[in-house]
């Protein structure tokens, strides 16, 4: 495994991010537990989860799950950077009472008390905000974090699916208060077949030293040989994947780019993975395996080395949107 700085910190993190989300909906604890163990034996040592995964009336159930992942081990918890997300509604109907979903200082400190007794663990390494909270000035958010690293319930902050001006604004009030080194990282959708971020939200991050953790990697399976496996018999393609496959110039444009790698001999979920590395400022993607086979896959992508034709390939098929502000002013 290879490792980096997050961002401006001092702190290493694996290449590759373990997503949790699938633990506990579509994989059980056991099997969950398996992939933890192979992830930590190969190297990977950021793991990454949420308050709200298990969704439903199951919320808080990955938490749990990878808290009694702890439990079997302090070497676990000892070798593990822990990252997970408030801003969600924990009620199972939906239904939020007042003050127990978003950013105000109340949630924040009722939210992180309750992660860590799911997690079973007496510190988070790296608390993210899920969403920006619009009603919630930064000066009470900043309050209520600084608090909780006095306390040393949380040692980093990060934030999720923040565009470039609230990641501004979000560091820009923590430097004027002192006291905190604001946000370190952010996750957003980021892929090869999405490629807005490049615009605002990167330049962003990079300017104030965020790492970047793009979430998504292969856009729902559509960069992981979704025609090829529809083609085969294999798992067909859903959600927004589906959605991209139904248009007739998207499916061409997947098509090319599954063509382009079977004539390098690249598997193209390992290509996707692959191609974020290169790019500036990112950290590492989340991978959310299902399946034991799905990580030694996404592991295979760390030791990739795509071919500068490769690159300019995939660049043809999937152009970004240019440098800001000339992307959309000149």
């Given at each position: 495994m290879k490792y980096t700085q997050l961002g401006r910190t001092g702190l290493k993190v694996s290449r590759l991010v373990l997503g949790t989300m699938?633990?506990?909906?579509q994989t059980n604890e056991p099997d969950s537990h398996a992939i933890m163990d192979a992830a930590l034996d190969a190297g990977i040592n950021y793991f990454d989860t949420a308050n709200v995964y298990g969704w439903g009336e199951n919320k808080g159930r990955t938490e749990e799950i990878?808290?009694?992942w702890f439990a079997k081990s302090p070497d676990h918890r000892d070798r593990t950077v822990l990252a997970t997300k408030v801003y969600g509604n924990m009620a199972a109907d939906g239904d939020a009472w007042p003050n127990h979903d978003k950013l105000s200082?109340?949630?924040?400190r009722r939210a992180v008390d309750a992660s860590l007794k799911r997690l079973r663990t007496d510190y988070i390494d790296i608390y993210q905000f899920h969403h920006v909270d619009r009603a919630t000035p930064f000066?009470?958010?900043w309050q209520a974090i600084d608090?909780?690293?006095?306390?040393g319930k949380i040692l980093y902050v990060g934030s999720s699916n923040f565009p470039g001006y609230k990641i501004a604004q979000a560091n820009e009030i923590a430097a004027r208060r002192g006291g905190t080194i604001g946000l370190v990282s952010e996750q957003c959708l980021y892929n090869l077949a999405e490629?807005?971020?490049e615009m605002e939200v990167i330049p962003a991050a990079q300017e104030y030293g965020l790492g970047v953790i793009p979430w998504s990697p292969l856009q729902g399976g559509l960069l992981g040989g979704v025609i090829k496996k529809e083609i085969s018999g294999g798992r067909r393609a859903s959600g927004r994947a589906a959605d991209t496959l139904a248009n007739p110039t998207s499916r061409a444009q997947i098509q090319a780019y599954e063509d382009l790698l079977d004539k390098?001999?690249?598997?193209?979920g390992e290509a996707a993975l692959a191609w974020l590395l290169t790019r500036p400022g990112v950290t590492g993607p989340i991978v959310g395996p299902r399946t034991a086979e799905q990580l030694e896959?996404?592991?295979r992508a760390v030791e990739l080395e795509l071919s500068e034709e490769v690159l300019t390939s995939l660049n043809e098929i999937f152009p970004g949107p240019g440098p800001s502000p000339e992307a959309f002013a000149w």
């Open positions: 699938n633990f506990g909906p990878i808290g009694n200082a109340v949630n924040i000066e009470e958010i608090t909780l690293i006095q306390q490629r807005r971020a390098h001999g690249i598997e193209p896959s996404a592991l």
